[in-house]
């Protein structure tokens, strides 16, 4: 099983990004999705989540407001639109899956409770 995020890049600080999360091997609309991010020599940290089907999310309190979360069942994928980027935002970014059981309506805010990750792809907010 396995994730793949991308959309990563370089941008300034005040721009956009969009990171997706897709699977192969996953209905993601079935099962609570999470978005980390880790920055060299710093802990991994929690930005947000989306529950399962009824679609429940959660922001840390550092992208409240400038990142949104999103699922495109169509397309099997969960986006991350990130905006007003800044230059602390540089870090590596993961999605992860929570495999059951789970909690309708609720998505895990800590990493420990997800089963499955993808490989992050880098963010590097720069000017």
């Known amino acids: 099983a396995q994730l793949v995020e991308s959309g990563g890049g370089s941008v300034q600080p005040g721009g956009s990004l969009r990171l997706s999360c897709t699977a192969s091997?996953?209905?993601?609309?079935?099962?609570?999705i999470g978005w980390f991010r880790q920055a060299p020599g710093k802990e991994r940290e929690t930005i947000s989540c989306?529950?399962?089907?009824?679609?429940?999310?959660y922001y840390a309190d550092s992208v409240k407001g400038r990142f949104t979360i999103a699922r495109d069942n169509a397309n099997n994928s969960v986006s991350l639109q990130m905006n007003s980027l800044k230059p602390e935002g540089t870090a590596v970014y993961y999605c992860a899956l929570q495999g059951p059981p789970i909690r309708i309506g609720v998505c895990p805010t800590t990493g420990s409770e997800y089963d499955y990750w993808g490989q992050g792809t880098q963010v590097t907010v720069s000017s």
């Open positions: 989306i529950s399962s089907y009824y679609s429940g999310t």
């Open positions: 091997e996953f209905t993601l609309e079935k099962y609570p």
